[in-house]
C-alpha cells in the first residue's frame, strides 16, 4: 500500500482546552526534532490531530516508530489521503483488500467527522464494502469480528483510509510541565525516574556527583550514555556533573561512620537544591524507592528531605524492582545501568549504615564542620555538558564497529 | 592447485583475516577491563552477539557463546545439558554417524553413568525418524544429530525430529550445524541448541560459536572468571571473535549466489564421475551438492588422494578428522557399505569460488588418475 500520510492522534492533551495550542506546539516541535535525521516529510498539525505528509520513498514504518515513542503522541495511522470521490475511495477500499488471504471477513468502519458529505455512514459502508466483495475473491463482510478493518474518516478537507492503528507512549509533550532537576545516579532507577517525570510533560536537566579519582572515569562516561539514552526520548538534555570529592572528605571525617550515608545523600541534596535554584528548577526528581536500600526507609528519608523545601518528585515510590527494570529496559538504560563501575554513592558506604537515622544525630554531626563553603565551592564548579541525541559520536562508534563486523 | 577438501576447512576471506588483523594492531583490549578501551571492545562483542543472532534469524531465547570451535561447542551444550538434566533422566540418544566431537561426548557422559543409546540410520544415511519414536520415553534428556553430514552431505531431517520431540519438553535438542550453515536453509529455532565452527565457512580456525537456549541454567565445563555468561571462562578472543562476525556476515550476504554456485559446479562434477564404470558415488542423491562421496573399490582412499595429489588436487578420504585413523568409517559402516567400497572412498568438498577452468582441470586428472587405476578396480562386488 502506497501510504501518503501519517496521521497523529493525542492522548490527554485533547482534554485541554484554554491552552491547548500551547500543547499542540510543543508536541509538533518534540515530533519533529525526533524525525530529525529522517528525510522526506513535511508535518502539518491542528487542534486534534496531525497529519505528516510523507514523500515518496521515505521510510514510513521508521518514521512511525519514532513518533509512537513522542511523549504526548496517543495513537500513529499510516493514511492514504483520498479526495472525497466515490470512485477513488472505491479503488483504494480495494487497494487495502490485496493483502487480504483466501476466506478473511473484514469490515469498513466509517467515520463522518464532515457531515456534510453526499452520502452517509451507512451508504458509505455498503458502497465501498460492496465494491470491496465484487474485487476481492473469497472474502467476506463480518461486522462483529473482522479479520480486517478497513477505516474510513470523512473530514472537511479529504477522506483519510487506513487499516492499523499503533498506540502510542501516551503522557503529555515534554516542555509543557515546568523544569525539573533529575539526580542521576548511575543506577537503574534514576534514569527511570527522569523518564517518568518527562512522561508528565516535565523537562528535565540531570545532576551527578563525582569523586575523583574515588570514582572512574567510565562512571561518569556511564552518566552520559544514560542521558543520552534519556535525550533520545525527547530533546536535549544538560547534565551537571558536581565535583563531590572534597565533600564527602569531609563527611568521613566528622560524621560517626553509621551516619555518613544519611549525611551524603544530604549533602547532595544541599548541593542539589541550590543548582535547581541556578537553573530554574521547581523540583528535584530522584529515583527512590520505598524500602529497597537502607536510604530509602522513611526514617531516613526524613532525616535527609529535612534539608530542603523544595518539592522532591519520586516517581518510582511505589514500584517493584522488576517493574523498574522493565522500564529501565524499554528505555534501553538498563544495560548501562548494570556496567559495574563504582560510584560516587558505593565507595564510601558505611559497614552498617543506619536504617532508622535520627535527624538531630546527624545535624549534631554536622554542626562540627562548617559545609556551606565546601558546598558553595562545588556548585561554582559544576560541569555541565549538553547531550544531544544526534550524536556524532554514537555514529563514529558504530561506524568503526561496522567496517570490522 | 585445486582445492577439494573445503569439508575439513575453507580458506579464509581477505576480509576476515583484515578484520582479525586489525582487531590485533588497533583494539587489542581485553573487553573485561574497566578502562574505556576495554569497554569499547566490550561494546564491539555484544553488537557482534546481535549481529550473529540476526544472521541465524534467532529468537529471544537463545544467547550466543563464543567458542574456540563447534568441538567446544558440542562438548560444552552436551556435558553442559546433560549435567543439568540428569536430574530428570539419564538417557540420551545420538546416531552412529555423528562428528566425533559429539559421539566421543556423548561416550564420556555413557562412562559417566548416562544410558547412552543409538537412533538408527537408514541405508542412505539419514536418522530414521521410526527409530527415533520408539527410543524415546520420559527418561530421555538429549537427543543431538548433525544437520549436514560430513562424509556423505546427507542432510537429516532436523525438521521432523523437532516436530517429533515436541511432545517431549524436557528433551535437549542440540544440532551440530558445522557442514550446514548458510549452504542449506534451517530453521535453527527448532532446535535448542546450535553449534558452528567459523573455519568452515571461510572464517578462522580455532573460533566458533554455540547458539543455545537456557543458558542460565547450563553447567559450565570451564571455570574461570565468569566470561561468556559464566559457561566458557577465559579471556575473551576478540580478534577471532569479530573476526567471525564478519566471515558470518559474508556468508549471509551471498548465501544466494552461494548456494546456486555449489549447486551448479556439484552436479557438475557429479554427472562427470557417474560416466565411469566401476566408480561408485556414495552420496545420494538428496544430499548436498557440495559433499561428494566417490568410491574406487578395489583402490584404497589413500592411494587415490596420493594420486590425486601429484596433481595438485587436493581432497580427503572419508573426514579430516578421521582420515588418518585405521577404523572403518562409521558412517560408511552404518551405510551398510562393504569393507572394500569403505577403504576406496574418498571425499570432494567444493567451494562456490572454484572456477570453471579448475573443474575442467579436475575432470582432466580424474580421467588420468582413472586410467592409472583402472586395472585395480573391481566391478563386480
Known amino acids: 500500500m502506497n501510504y501518503d500520510h501519517i496521521l497523529v492522534r493525542y492522548g490527554e492533551l485533547t482534554l485541554k482546552t484554554g491552552n491547548r495550542n500551547m500543547f499542540v506546539n510543543k508536541l509538533k516541535a518534540n515530533l519533529k526534532s525526533r524525525l530529525m535525521p529522517l528525510q522526506g516529510y513535511n508535518v502539518r498539525a491542528n487542534r486534534d490531530r496531525m497529519y505528516i505528509d510523507v514523500h515518496e520513498g521515505a521510510d514510513i514504518e521508521e518514521m512511525m516508530s519514532r513518533i509512537q515513542t513522542v511523549f504526548g503522541v496517543h495513537s500513529v495511522s499510516p493514511v492514504v489521503r483520498i479526495e472525497k470521490e466515490l470512485d477513488a475511495m472505491k479503488e483504494i477500499a480495494s487497494k487495502f483488500a490485496d493483502d487480504f488471504k483466501d476466506g478473511d ?75 525539573t532537576l533529575l539526580m542521576l545516579s548511575g543506577g537503574i532507577d534514576s534514569p527511570v525516574a527522569g523518564m517518568e517525570v518527562m512522561k508528565r510533560g516535565v523537562t528535565i536537566e540531570a545532576i551527578h556527583f ?79 524507592n520505598l524500602g529497597q536500600v537502607a536510604s530509602q526507609t522513611l526514617g531516613s528519608m526524613y532525616a535527609i528531605n529535612s534539608v530542603t523545601s523544595m518539592p522532591i518528585l519520586r516517581p518510582l515510590l511505589t514500584f517493584d524492582k522488576e517493574d523498574i527494570v522493565r522500564k529501565a529496559k524499554a528505555i534501553n538504560t538498563f544495560d548501562l545501568s548494570i556496567q559495574p563501575f563504582e560510584d560516587c554513592c558505593t565507595i564510601f558506604t558505611p559497614k552498617n549504615p543506619k536504617t532508622n537515622p535520627k535527624l538531630e544525630k546527624v545535624e549534631y554531626f554536622e554542626s562540627k564542620f562548617d559545609f556551606e563553603d565546601l558546598i558553595e565551592e562545588a556548585v561554582k564548579n559544576v560541569e555541565t555538558i549538553t547531550i544531544s541525541k544526534h550524536d556524532d559520536m554514537q555514529q563514529q562508534k558504530d561506524e568503526w564497529m561496522d567496517e570490522l563486523l | 592447485m585445486i582445492y577439494l577438501d573445503n569439508a575439513a576447512t575453507t580458506k579464509p576471506n581477505e576480509d576476515v583475516i583484515q578484520s582479525y588483523t586489525q582487531m590485533n594492531t588497533q583494539y587489542y583490549f581485553n573487553p573485561n577491563s574497566p578502562h574505556t578501551a576495554g569497554v569499547k571492545i566490550a561494546h564491539l562483542i555484544d553488537k557482534a552477539r546481535e549481529n550473529i543472532k540476526q544472521y541465524l534469524n534467532l529468537n529471544d531465547k537463545f544467547d550466543i557463546i563464543f567458542t574456540s570451535g563447534a568441538t567446544e561447542s558440542n562438548n560444552i551444550a552436551l556435558q553442559g545439558m546433560a549435567q543439568m538434566k540428569k536430574r530428570f533422566g539419564k538417557t540420551i540418544l545420538t546416531t552412529k554417524i555423528e562428528h566425533p566431537s559429539v559421539l566421543e561426548t556423548m561416550r564420556a557422559l555413557e562412562d559417566q553413568g548416562f544410558n547412552l543409546k543409538y537412533i538408527n540410520t537408514t541405508k542412505d ?91 542460565k541454567m547450563i553447567q559450565p565445563i570451564i571455570f574461570g572468571g565468569g566470561q561468556e555468561y559464566g559457561v566458557r571462562s577465559g579471556t575473551v578472543n576478540a580478534p577471532v571473535n569479530i573476526a567471525l562476525a564478519k566471515a558470518m556476515r559474508q556468508m549471509n550476504d551471498r548465501k544466494d549466489e552461494n ?44 592411494v587415490l588422494v596420493n594420486a590425486f595429489s601429484k596433481y595438485e588436487i587436493y581432497l580427503s578420504t572419508t573426514s579430516a578428522c578421521s582420515s588418518k585413523k585405521s577404523s572403518h568409517n562409521e558412517t560408511l559402516k552404518a551405510m551398510g557399505l562393504s569393507n572394500m567400497i569403505i577403504e576406496g572412498s574418498i571425499r570432494l568438498s567444493i567451494a562456490p569460488d572454484l572456477t570453471n577452468e579448475q573443474i575442467e582441470a579436475f575432470k582432466d586428472a580424474f580421467n588420468k588418475v582413472y586410467k592409472e587405476v583402472k586395472e585395480l578396480l573391481k566391478y563386480e562386488l
Do not use: W
Open chain 1, 105 to 179: 471477513t473484514f469490515k469498513i468502519e466509517v467515520k463522518r467527522a464532515d457531515k456534510t458529505f453526499e452520502l452517509d455512514t451507512f451508504q458509505l459502508q455498503q458502497e465501498l464494502g460492496g465494491h470491496v466483495l465484487q474485487n476481492t475473491e473469497n472474502v467476506t463482510v463480518n461486522v462483529k469480528q473482522p479479520d480486517h478493518r478497513i477505516k474510513v474518516e470523512v473530514r472537511k478537507d479529504a477522506i483519510y483510509m487506513y487499516n492499523r492503528v499503533l498506540e502510542g507512549v501516551g503522557g503529555l509533550p515534554v516542555g509543557t510541565g515546568g523544569k
Open chain 1, 210 to 288: 563525582h569523586s575523583p579519582p574515588y570514582t572512574s572515569e567510565q562512571a561518569k562516561q556511564k552518566v552520559i550514555d544514560l542521558t543520552k539514552q534519556l535525550a533520545n526520548l525527547t530533546n536535549d538534555i544538560k547534565l551537571h556533573i558536581v565535583p563531590f570529592t572534597e565533600l564527602q572528605k569531609q563527611i568521613h571525617k566528622v560524621v560517626e561512620e553509621s551516619y555518613t550515608m544519611t549525611s551524603t545523600r544530604r549533602m547532595m541534596l544541599k548541593v542539589t537544591e541550590k543548582l535547581a535554584h541556578e537553573i530554574g528548577a521547581q523540583a528535584i526528581v530522584n529515583g527512590e
Open chain 2, 125 to 215: 544415511g539419514k536418522l530414521d525418524i521410526e527409530s527415533l519414536k520408539k527410543l524415546l520415553n520420559d527418561d530421555v534428556v538429549l537427543v543431538t544429530c548433525m544437520h549436514v553430514n560430513n562424509i556423505m552431505g546427507q542432510i537429516q531431517p532436523i525438521e521432523e525430529i523437532s516436530e517429533i520431540l515436541q511432545k517431549y519438553p524436557k528433551v535437549h535438542f542440540h544440532v551440530d550445524g558445522v557442514q550446514g550453515f548458510g549452504k542449506v536453509p534451517l530453521n535453527i529455532n527448532l532446535a535448542d541448541s546450535y553449534s558452528l565452527s567459523a573455519h568452515k565457512f571461510h572464517g578462522l580456525k580455532g573460533s566458533g560459536i554455540l547458539a543455545i537456549t537456557q543458558i
Open chain 2, 259 to 302: 548456494i546456486k554456485a555449489l549447486t551448479q559446479k556439484g552436479t557438475e562434477i557429479r554427472s562427470f564421475i557417474e560416466k565411469y564404470e566401476g566408480v561408485r558415488i556414495n552420496s545420494p542423491k538428496d544430499a548436498v551438492p557440495y559433499i561428494l562421496n566417490v568410491s574406487f573399490p578395489g583402490v584404497k582412499g589413500e
